[in-house]
């Protein structure tokens, strides 16, 4: 009997996961179920763009994985229980139960609206295709004059305020954030973002916190109010709640807490890769959500899965950070390099440049997806033992 992988979700994490394990293990031993809500691969790095009024490529996954033996179930994912080993998904044709021997956990994250009132009926965000499209819709509908007011401090933050001022120029947008934005980057960095921020006309209320959502604006902690015709949600993002609801061991967040090699720290057939995941990385702190991690968790736990699988040295170094990247609109970008433990460094790169590499990185990432078995050799293996353990590799 062929050994049961199943991996939960396609973004960036699941889809690599699904593909690399493609090329590390032989077809006759094991069967391989990707399932994903949405049938087309979506580049969530990009969705900013596409709330601003750009179209991106449609990239259908069953055409991305034909031929790699890996099968693609469109279907949410209702439930999970890891103690039977089975997963309860919706889909076209109804209900249906899918057992595994190993799975593979990529569901990724939402938005988190921390409980403040007002987000879920007045607020727009960009943490999924279809709520980027509804933005798209509302920000057509808007008049010359009228205020954008993006909240959040963030990468996703600045990126969207920047991208929707950029493709508007005739709305007033504004930002406000419970920090400072950007105040994390390096001297250079900040004043070259500064100077975009007056380049393209965007109002900054810097530690002002937003603690009531309207339909005419928000209200901070202060009592004041800030007006916008159009809230837009930035202010961080939170995991499904499917995790937690199963008895996986889970962060207070509700990320599947793993080990070293991306397994479960509470069950070992059961891997976490991407912002569901609460990993260490280099020096121990807590990996971050985001695309800087998606791939590298994916390359980790793909490997381990294999390793296991066939009885070889199981992969277990840190993961570490290499830069941060932040579009500043089409033309213009802010490259942070950073320490593997995610400090900033003086080293960057704005302007052009920049948004020439964070475009060449976005692009990389969505065609190694699109082309999940292409730049990993081809080393299938047999497996030895369903779920036999091998020694961990040393760094």
Same mark, same amino acid.
């Given at each position: ?27 006759d ?28 490529p449609?990239?259908?996954?069953r ?11 469109i ?7 890891v ?8 889909g ?27 987000? +879920?009926e =007045?607020?727009?965000?960009? &943490?999924?295709?279809? $709520? *980027?499209?509804?933005?798209r819709?509302?920000?057509?509908? !808007? @008049? ?68 009531r959502?309207t ?49 479960? +720290?509470? =069950?070992?057939?059961?891997? &976490?890769?991407?912002? $569901? *995941?609460?990993?260490a ?5 807590? !990996? @971050?959500?985001g ?30 950070y ?34 020439r590499?964070?475009e ?26 369903t ?9």
């Amino acid at each position: 009997m062929k050994h049961r992988i199943v991996v939960l979700g396609a973004g960036y994490a699941g889809a690599t996961t699904a593909g690399r394990l493609a090329k590390r293990l032989h077809r006759d031993d094991v069967q391989i179920t990707l399932v994903n809500a949405d049938p087309d691969f979506v580049e969530r790095v990009r969705l900013h763009q596409l709330a601003a009024g750009q179209d991106l490529p449609v990239r259908p996954l069953r055409k991305m994985f034909a031929g790699t033996g890996v099968e693609v179930r469109i279907a949410w994912v209702d439930s999970l229980d890891v103690d039977r080993k089975t997963v309860a998904l919706i889909g076209d044709q109804g209900a249906e139960t899918l057992a595994y021997d190993t799975l593979v956990y990529a569901l990724g994250s939402t938005v988190a609206d921390y409980g403040v009132p007002g987000v +879920v009926e =007045h607020a727009h965000h960009v &943490a999924s295709k279809q $709520a *980027a499209l509804r933005l798209r819709e509302r920000l057509s509908q !808007l @008049r010359t004059g009228e205020t954008v007011l993006v909240v959040g401090g963030g990468l996703t933050s600045i990126e969207a305020a920047t991208e929707i001022a950029e493709a508007r120029p005739d709305l007033k947008v504004a930002m406000a954030a419970r920090g400072g934005v950007g105040d994390w980057l390096d001297e250079k960095a900040q004043s070259h973002l500064r100077g975009a921020f007056e380049r393209l006309g965007i109002t900054v209320h810097e530690h002002t916190d937003v603690v009531r959502v309207t339909e005419d604006g928000v209200t901070t902690r202060s009592g004041a109010e800030i007006p916008a015709q159009l809230t837009v949600w930035t202010a961080g993002f939170a995991v499904h709640p499917i995790a937690a609801a199963s008895t996986l061991t889970v962060s207070e967040a509700g990320r599947i807490v793993v080990d070293a090699t991306q397994r479960s +720290v509470s =069950h070992p057939d059961v891997y &976490a890769v991407g912002d $569901a *995941a609460h990993a260490a990385g280099v020096g121990g702190k807590t !990996l @971050r959500m985001g695309c800087a991690t998606a791939s590298p968790m994916a390359w980790l736990g793909a490997d381990a899965i294999a390793a296991r699988l066939t009885g070889r040295a199981v992969p277990d170094a840190p993961i570490g950070y290499n830069s941060q990247c932040i579009s500043l609109g089409r033309r213009d970008a802010i490259v942070q390099k950073v320490t593997k433990e995610d400090q900033p460094t003086s080293k960057v790169d704005v302007g052009r440049k920049a948004a020439r590499i964070k475009e060449l990185i976005c692009s990389g990432a969505a065609w190694s997806v699109r082309h999940p078995t292409l730049l990993v050799p081809s080393r299938r293996r047999r497996v030895v033992a369903t779920g036999a353990e091998a020694p961990v590799a040393t760094a």
